[in-house]
C-alpha cells in the first residue's frame, strides 16, 4: 500500500462504457508513467485502436471488458477482462484451453487499488463461465503478454511492454503464480558472432540445397502470406499459441510493412521450398519515447521521415520459425544462425546498428536459449505470465 493513502476511501469499480470513458482508461497510463523515463507512450491512436472491435480483428474472436477504479472522484487504476475463444480451443497443456480467460493492460496508484481492479476482473471472467485466469495478456498473446520483472532500468524495444516494478509483489500477492517466464535477449553487433557460429554459417553457405535471402519488398504479399503459413505450423506447439485468422493476417501485413526494412528480415529456403524466418524490426521506441503518444501535429511527418532512413537503428527479433519437419534438428540450429547472421550484417552495414534483442523466448525453448548463449547475449528482460484458479 501507498504512504498516505486514506484507506477509508471507497475504491469503486466502473465498468467503461463509451468513448469519454475509453478515452480516461487510455490516459490513465501516461499519468501513472510520467514519473518513468524508461516508459515508452505509445501513440494514443494505436490504444483507440486496440481497444476498438471494427477496428482491432482480435475482437472478432474475444470478449472483453474494461473497468476503471475510482477513488475520491480521481481515476486511480484499470484493468481489461478478456476470452479470447481461439486461446479456448487450444490443448491445455499448452497454457490455454477450455475455462481460460485473461486480463491485461494493469495500471494501478497502489496496491489495494490492484487488487480491487483484479478482483473485478476475476469476478467478469467467472460470470462468463472461466475457471482460471492468466494474465497480464494485453490483449493478445502476439501483442504484450506478461509482467516485466526484470530489466526496469532500460526502454523496452518497440512491441514491449514497461512496467512499474512494484506490480510483480502486487499481482503474487493477488494469489497468481508463475506460469510461465519470457526472456529477452540483449546483444552487441557491431563485432559480430563468436568464431563457432561463424564456422556454422560457412558451413551453410557450402551447401548448395540451402538458400537464405531478404524478404523480397516488391512481393510483400506473398512473403507474409510465406512468414504467416510457416509460423502458424512451426509455432502450433508452443505454449500459448494462437492462431492467425485470415483477417488478422491482412491486418499484421498492413501494420508490420512500414518496419519491415530492406535486407533486416529473412526466408530460408531449402531445395527451394521456404522452411524457416527470421523477423528483425528497427527499434522504433528511439522515436516513440520522443513523442508522448502523440503523432500531431508535427510527429506523423518525423516518423515517416526516420521510417525511410531510419539510421542508426538498434533492432528487436521478436519472430523466428522452422517448419516442424526440422525443428530440434542441426539444419534448424544451423538456419538460425545463418539467418541472424546475415540480419547482423544488414542491420550493422546499412542502419548503423549497435545492438539486437532476441526475444521473447520461452523459459524452456531449450534450442532458442542455446542459440542465444553462443551468440554471446544476455538476459536483460523477463516477463512473467501468471495463473490463478478462479
Given at each position: ?103 491485461g493492460l494493469l495500471e494501478a496508484e ?181 513523442m508522448k503518444g502523440k503523432l500531431f ?94
Open positions: 500500500m501507498n504512504k498516505g493513502v486514506n484507506v477509508s476511501d471507497k475504491i469503486d469499480i466502473v465498468p467503461v462504457s463509451g468513448k469519454g470513458a475509453l478515452n480516461a482508461f487510455i490516459e490513465l497510463a501516461y499519468r501513472i508513467n510520467a514519473d518513468d523515463p524508461n516508459w515508452v507512450p505509445p501513440l494514443r491512436a494505436d490504444m483507440v485502436e486496440l481497444l476498438t472491435p471494427g477496428r482491432n480483428p482480435f475482437h472478432e474472436h474475444a470478449r472483453m471488458q474494461l473497468f476503471l477504479a475510482k477513488r475520491g472522484g480521481r481515476d486511480v487504476g484499470r484493468i481489461s477482462a478478456h476470452i479470447d475463444e481461439l486461446a479456448l480451443a487450444q490443448p491445455p497443456e499448452q497454457g490455454m484451453g477450455p475455462g481460460t480467460g485473461n486480463w497502489d496496491e489495494d487499488v490492484a487488487h480491487a481492479l483484479i478482483e473485478a476482473a476475476e469476478d467478469w471472467l467467472r460470470g462468463q463461465g472461466m475457471t482460471r485466469s492468466l494474465g497480464p495478456i494485453s490483449l493478445s498473446i502476439w501483442e504484450e503478454p506478461g509482467l516485466l520483472v526484470k530489466g526496469h532500468d532500460h526502454p523496452p524495444m518497440v512491441l514491449m511492454g514497461h512496467h512499474k516494478a512494484e506490480y510483480e509483489g502486487w499481482v503474487e500477492n493477488a494469489g497468481y503464480e508463475v506460469a510461465k517466464r519470457l526472456m529477452t535477449y540483449d546483444l552487441p553487433v557491431e563485432d559480430g558472432f563468436p568464431a563457432i557460429v561463424d564456422r556454422i554459417v560457412k558451413s551453410g553457405e557450402r551447401n548448395d540445397k540451402i538458400i537464405v535471402r531478404p524478404i523480397d519488398l516488391a512481393k510483400f504479399d506473398d512473403e507474409a502470406e510465406i512468414i504467416i503459413r510457416i509460423l502458424n505450423e512451426a509455432w502450433s506447439k508452443n505454449w500459448g499459441f494462437v492462431p492467425f485468422t485470415d483477417t488478422e493476417k491482412n491486418y499484421a501485413k498492413k501494420k508490420l510493412k512500414p518496419i519491415i526494412l530492406k535486407g533486416a528480415n529473412m526466408i530460408a529456403e531449402l531445395e527451394g521450398e521456404p522452411v524457416a524466418f527470421m523477423l528483425a524490426f528497427p527499434d522504433l521506441n528511439q522515436q516513440l519515447i520522443k501535429p508535427f510527429n506523423w511527418i518525423k516518423l515517416l521521415w526516420w521510417l525511410r532512413n531510419p539510421k542508426p537503428t538498434d533492432f528487436r527479433v521478436p519472430l523466428m520459425g522452422v517448419v516442424s519437419k526440422w525443428q530440434n534438428t542441426r539444419l534448424a540450429s544451423q538456419l538460425a544462425f545463418m539467418m541472424i547472421e546475415y540480419i547482423r550484417r544488414s542491420g550493422v552495414s546499412t542502419y548503423g546498428a549497435k545492438r539486437a534483442e532476441v526475444g521473447w523466448i520461452l523459459e524452456d525453448n531449450a534450442g532458442m536459449v542455446a542459440i542465444a548463449n553462443a551468440i554471446e547475449s544476455n538476459c536483460n528482460r523477463e516477463y512473467r505470465i501468471y495463473s490463478k484458479d478462479l
